[in-house]
């Protein structure tokens, strides 16, 4: 099974920017289609980006014309780059499979504050 490693989160203040990566283990991505996801305290787990193992992308109406999903399935990686972030952006990111399987990471801290 396909486990994961987020890093590149931190304090940025609104408006500024962040690059998420995501590095699998276990298998191959390549057969995969993946996503990355967030949870905000007190919040269920939402589905932020999409991409497919072709390389066709989907995202949340929230985060729409700000980030962006890509892969590099030579290093088994993910990436989201965040732009034009703003305080509801804070959470905790997770990349997985789409749809999940069964390993979580740690996940990486996100915190949008001035």
């Known amino acids: 099974q396909v486990q994961f490693v987020e890093s590149g989160g931190g304090l940025v203040q609104p408006g500024g920017s962040l690059r998420l990566s995501c590095a699998a283990s276990g298998s191959t991505i390549s057969i995969y289609a993946m996503g990355w996801y967030r949870q905000a305290p007190g919040k269920w787990r939402e589905l932020v980006a999409t991409?497919?193992?072709?390389?066709?992308?989907n995202y949340a109406d929230s985060v729409k014309g700000r980030f962006t999903i890509s892969r590099d399935n030579a290093k088994n990686a993910v990436y989201l780059q965040m732009n034009s972030l703003k305080p509801e952006d804070t959470a905790v990111y997770y990349c997985?499979?789409?749809?999940?399987?069964?390993?979580w990471g740690q996940g990486t801290q996100v915190i949008v504050s001035s």
């Open positions: 997985n499979t789409e749809p999940t399987g069964p390993y």
């Open positions: 991409i497919t193992r072709g390389g066709s992308t």
